[in-house]
């Protein structure tokens, strides 16, 4: 393969860092109903085809130029995203503008295109997330998955936009779909290794080949390990640190001239010493003044490392963990009938999570304990038919889910809680006794099926005109149960009424209530129609509507207590109900070597998930329910310049428009919170008065959507000879930037994010088979927040997590 070659990939999507990869030797466009599984031909054989200059997709479950599907799509190869240091989710947001990733830790994480798929900080065992996750045609239905680093992929599809036909349920907001290397007939393997300040190394590795002429395996495995970003003074450690290793095997059988199989089973685990978010300001509430965080530190004698949040400070007291393990294993089988291939997936995987939190967020002892491991299985099963007729494709299909949740969390509080929580005219504020030692068990199960058949065709009225109709109609099926027992510091069970003074206290701080055999089911339709047009060769014009859902679940948090009575009308949430619209065009011109795509869209959401509070039950206790509805529109430009094999150039840029059209009982904002019990929605009162315990949040932001974002960057390279070796020298720019968004369920003043701009560099030397290169990261150093959040007790404490400072390091691979 020569270095020339390097000019035929062009990014044909959203992500035009494409335009970096390089091509392999030249392989015709696949025809027909060619499926995923076409990919076992070579890792790149299939996904990159050098002869039509474009990108493969499989993002209609066919193989497919990426220019020629009517779904906006965002497509990274392994060298984009390995030069890019895009090892996870996280890092993949920064060059896709439409892609959000939140995270305080790997359960309470959250992954958003176009803004929709998981409010901020809305971690539920029995609700679903937006956006569908699949590796290698599995569907994972945890998001901790995203945490992880990719593990010996080829390339990572975002599709925005609802994906309810093929995709299945909970595809409100798009769905990322990320496909592996495949087995190899021929021997081929690859290295990677990378080391940076704060202690960072990362290593890759990947073996393929034969075992016969029939049999072929692929093992791959990485680690990657990091010093934390902030400094602990109570523990004199490093916290908020990487520690990550995944192990993957894979194992393709050809049976037949028309059947094989690929055996899959993969292993990761996460296990450093994080999670925790530190001071970043005090925000006055409506709570009384010596209920508020400088009157409460100052009783107790207690001043934070530091309140500028960039000297990455902390004295936390409580124990760091966040031992994420996910694991598991597949069986696709491929048979080639009649004129298209049949398809099962059969998967089978599971997900440990054990933490230890700090959600005092302090160095004062008021929880010390503060954790919910959970333990789940998961099987998966797909058969669906791929085929052509005379004028159309289509696919049609079956899939099976079952899930299997066990939680069992604990919360316990220590000798500073009395002060903490407990109002000063109280004399039992001073006594440390009354919540020391006060602990919550709780135990949280849920059993969820889901089913469902769908059909997607794409008709050919003529040659250049193309309609496609697709439908999935699904089945919800979930049990559940939320028990959560309180005991004092001597062990004795806190009722759930009455009680002394000091039972009724504890009562408030923890609050025991159960409930069981909790169910939801519930049918629901999801359908689309795109109408397609091609006038010429390399211009797309299409529109799209699509009506889809997101599944509704059950409060597996908690829910209302009133008169020691748990409220189980609010346990069931009802499902989200989507209706999209969509117009986009995608384009190459000037010999393909410049592709510009454009997208509008509007997004409306009735029944969106949320966290609520109920005025009419008087209680200051959110749960999860319904919002009234939400809208989400915008537009979407991409455009990628290659006009030289030297040089390539891609911007990126989206709009978004954003709000809440109806919710009139949400959370209050933490400055109009805190100051009574009455159900007032409205203005806030003065300090310790009946201040609103829910608001109308109507027409403002939702949480996590940037107005404006874009990435942006290129790549020069010139030839030349280094140590007998022909190739070239590179130099590389990339650089997003997003405006100001909302940290916050209810838009509050104390969370907004500024917006920010981040750079990032590299220089190196390839060749065909050798890399190497130095890349900095935050070049300018910036000072931002990946996200605030409010704190228990509506003292006013703001804490957050600073983004990353400059990093910098140097990588090194082969490949043979």
């Not at 130029?65 to 984009?80: H, L, N, T, W, Y």
């Not at 494709?393 to 604990?410: C, E, N, R």
């Not at 979930?478 to 000091?502: C, E, F, H």
């Amino acid at each position: 393969m020569s270095l020339s070659k390097l000019a035929l990939t062009l990014l044909v999507t959203t992500t035009p860092i494409a335009a970096y990869a390089q091509s392999s030797d030249p392989v015709p466009a696949q025809q027909g109903p060619s499926t995923p599984g076409d990919q076992d031909r070579g890792e790149e054989d299939v996904q990159r085809s050098a002869a039509s200059s474009e990108i493969i997709v499989t993002a209609r479950r066919r193989l497919e130029q990426a220019q020629d599907v009517p779904i906006p799509i965002s497509v990274v190869g392994v060298k984009e995203l390995d030069s890019t240091g895009s090892f996870n989710v996280q890092r993949l947001q920064q060059i896709q503008p439409t892609l959000q990733f939140y995270s305080s830790n790997p359960r309470n994480s959250s992954v958003n295109i176009r803004g929709l798929g998981a409010p901020l900080g809305l971690t539920n065992d029995g609700i679903d997330q937006g956006v569908g996750v699949y590796i290698d045609q599995v569907y994972f239905s945890r998001v901790a998955v995203a945490t992880l680093d990719f593990l010996d992929i080829q390339q990572v599809e975002t599709l925005r936009g609802p994906q309810g036909t093929l995709y299945g349920k909970n595809t409100v907001a798009g769905a990322i779909n990320i496909t592996s290397k495949a087995p190899s007939f021929t021997f081929e393997g690859r290295a990677e290794l990378t080391v940076g300040n704060l202690e960072f190394k990362q290593a890759k590795a990947s073996v393929s080949g034969p075992l016969s002429d029939t049999v072929a395996v692929r093992l791959g495995a990485s680690t990657t390990s990091r010093q934390g970003t902030v400094y602990n003074v109570a523990s004199g450690t490093y916290i908020n640190g990487q520690d990550n290793i995944g192990i993957r095997g894979a194992l393709l059988w050809k049976v037949s001239d028309t059947l094989k199989l690929t055996l899959s089973g993969d292993y990761n685990r996460q296990n450093p010493n994080c999670c925790a978010q530190i001071y970043v300001r005090y925000g006055p509430t409506q709570r009384a003044a010596n209920r508020q965080y400088p009157a409460l530190t100052a009783a107790l004698g207690y001043a934070v490392p530091s309140t500028n949040p960039f000297d990455r400070l902390t004295d936390v007291d409580a124990e760091l963990n966040a031992l994420n393990v996910l694991g598991g294993a597949s069986l696709r089988a491929e048979l080639e009938l009649g004129n298209g291939t049949l398809t099962s997936v059969s998967a089978w995987r599971f997900w440990d999570w054990g933490p230890k939190n700090d959600r005092d967020f302090t160095g004062l002892p008021i929880t010390t304990l503060s954790q919910n491991p959970t333990e789940q299985t998961q099987f998966t099963q797909e058969l669906r038919y791929a085929g052509e007729g005379n004028g159309f494709d289509y696919v049609v299909g079956a899939f099976a889910f079952y899930q299997d949740i066990h939680t069992t969390g604990t919360q316990r509080q220590g000798s500073a809680a009395s002060r903490w929580l407990i109002n000063p005219s109280n004399a039992l504020s001073n006594d440390p006794t009354v919540l020391d030692g006060l602990t919550a068990n709780n135990d949280i199960r849920l059993k969820n099926f889901s089913g469902a058949v769908f059909a997607k065709v794409n008709w050919e009225i003529t040659d250049r005109f193309t309609l496609s109709p697709g439908i999935r109609v699904n089945y919800d099926d979930k049990l559940g149960s939320y028990v959560s027992i309180v005991r004092d510091g001597q062990g004795n069970l806190v009722p759930s009424t009455g009680g002394t003074a000091r039972q009724i206290e504890q009562r408030t701080a923890l609050t025991p209530q159960a409930f069981r055999g909790e169910k939801f089911r519930e049918w629901n339709l999801s359908y689309d129609f795109t109408a397609s047009y091609k006038p010429t060769r390399d211009i797309l014009v299409y529109a799209t509507y699509a009506h889809t859902f997101k599944s509704g679940g059950l409060n597996l948090n908690g829910v209302p207590v009133v008169a020691g009575v748990a409220q189980t009308q609010f346990a069931q949430v009802k499902p989200e109900k989507v209706d999209h619209f969509e117009i986009g065009a995608k384009t190459q011109f000037w010999d393909r070597r410049v592709t510009f795509n454009l997208t509008g869209y509007w997004t409306s959401i009735k029944d969106y998930q949320a966290l609520v509070n109920d005025g009419q039950n008087a209680t200051l206790r959110g749960y999860l329910a319904n919002a009234g509805e939400v809208r989400v529109r915008g537009i979407e430009a991409d455009l990628s310049f290659r006009p030289s094999d030297r040089l390539s150039l891609y911007v990126n840029g989206a709009y978004t428009d954003h709000e809440y059209v109806e919710f009139r009982n949400a959370p209050c904002p933490p400055e109009l919170s805190g100051g009574g019990t009455g159900a007032v929605i409205g203005a806030p009162g003065t300090p310790g008065t009946n201040s609103p315990t829910a608001c109308d949040i109507s027409g403002q932001w939702l949480p996590g959507i940037s107005n404006w974002a874009f990435s942006f960057g290129g790549e020069y390279n010139i030839p030349a000879n280094l140590l007998g070796e022909d190739g070239e020298v590179y130099f590389g720019a990339d650089g997003n930037y997003r405006s100001k968004f909302s940290s916050n369920a209810s838009r509050s003043i104390y969370t907004d994010i500024d917006g920010y701009a981040l750079a990032n560099f590299r220089l190196g030397f390839r060749t065909d088979k050798f890399n190497i290169f130095g890349w900095v990261r935050n070049a300018f150093d910036q000072e931002y927040f990946d996200l605030l959040a409010t704190t228990p007790g509506n003292t006013g404490l703001i804490a957050g997590n600073p983004g990353d400072p400059r990093t910098f390091g140097a990588t090194v691979s082969l490949s043979f």
